[in-house]
């Protein structure tokens, strides 16, 4: 392989190669089946307890349980609203608990894991912080489901690396997630990265590991996303993760990349149809 060698399959990749596919939310009772075709969806960043609601009420008419919402939000510039922090958390908590689903969210620093693991049943780490091994180890060590997204220009070995720091610390359910990665053109100009459909193939060669795609951060661009979804699930992917919104172009994150929940009901339709054919189940 050009860029993971012999010496780190054997050496440095101990625990990511004999890492079984396996995430389960024990609190809640609910683990990943073999033919399980996850789809995490949700805002971008929790804004009111009626959005969170509204989207928890889409998520269970569609029979789905994994549900995204960012309480802390990493941004370019420091002047950009950062989220509602605990509140968020409680928000996102308070729903999913109400509604019987499986939250994730981002934690971005050290400090924020006590306070989170109050509230949170998977973690997420975000690209920036997809080599912040101190963060890696920290969340390891609770034990907790985690979500770990690829940085845009992180090769494989980067991102399985990274994999390994949160195994060796603890963690014993891990999804690997596609967010996206840098390239001299996008197709587009508003788009900012270009789904790299490549690594399912290349990740289930070497481990078990579940990898899913997150279809709205990888290309930005909100025409985009049915196919992107569409070329995911007959990807042999595990998963999707998406952003949706009641109404998508007021919510006070990446508008233009999300989509309305009628659009999101009506892409669950062709994606189940295509898992169908694969013999997957939506989840």
């Known amino acids: 392989m050009k860029d993971i060698s012999k010496q780190d399959l054997d050496n440095n990749l101990k625990r990511v190669i004999s890492a079984p596919r396996q995430f389960r939310i024990k609190e809640k009772g609910w683990s990943l089946k073999p033919n399980d075709f996850m789809v995490i969806a949700g805002p971008c960043r929790v804004e009111t307890k ?20 960012g309480a802390y939000k990493p941004t370019t510039f420091p002047a950009s609203p950062q989220g509602l922090g605990e509140k968020g958390l409680a928000i996102i908590h308070t729903t999913t608990h109400q509604y019987d689903l499986i939250n994730v969210s981002e934690v971005m620093a050290i400090n924020q894991i006590p306070q989170a693991t109050q509230y949170l049943d998977v973690f997420q780490i975000g690209a920036r912080n997809m080599q912040n091994y101190n963060l890696l180890a920290a969340i390891g060590k609770t034990h ?19 994999a390994e720091w949160l195994l060796s610390s603890g963690c014993q359910d891990l999804i690997l997630c596609e967010r996206g990665i840098t390239a001299p053109y996008t197709h587009d100009p508003q788009a900012r990265w270009l789904l790299d459909i490549t690594i399912v193939p290349a990740i ?3 481990c078990k590991l579940p990898i899913i795609l997150d279809v709205s951060h990888s290309c930005g661009v909100r ?10 699930a007959a990807s042999g ?47």
Do not use: W, Y
């Not at 690829?150 to 070995?157: E, K, T």
């Open 237 to 283: 992917a595990d998963g999707i993760m998406i952003e949706i919104h009641p109404e998508p172009d007021k919510s006070k994150s990446d508008p233009q990349q999300t989509i309305s929940l009628e659009q999101f009901c009506n892409l669950l339709e062709k994606i189940k149809k295509i898992c169908q054919a694969l013999n997957k189940k939506v989840v």
């Open 50 to 69: 009626k959005q969170m609601i509204t989207v928890a009420k889409t998520m269970c008419h569609n029979h789905l349980k994994l549900i995204r919402a």
């Open 223 to 232: 025409e985009f996303i049915p196919s992107l979804a569409a070329a995911a």
């Open 204 to 206: 289930k060669r070497i």
């Open 144 to 162: 907790k489901p985690v979500l770990l997204k690829r940085h845009p220009g992180a090769s494989l070995r980067d991102f399985l690396g990274a």
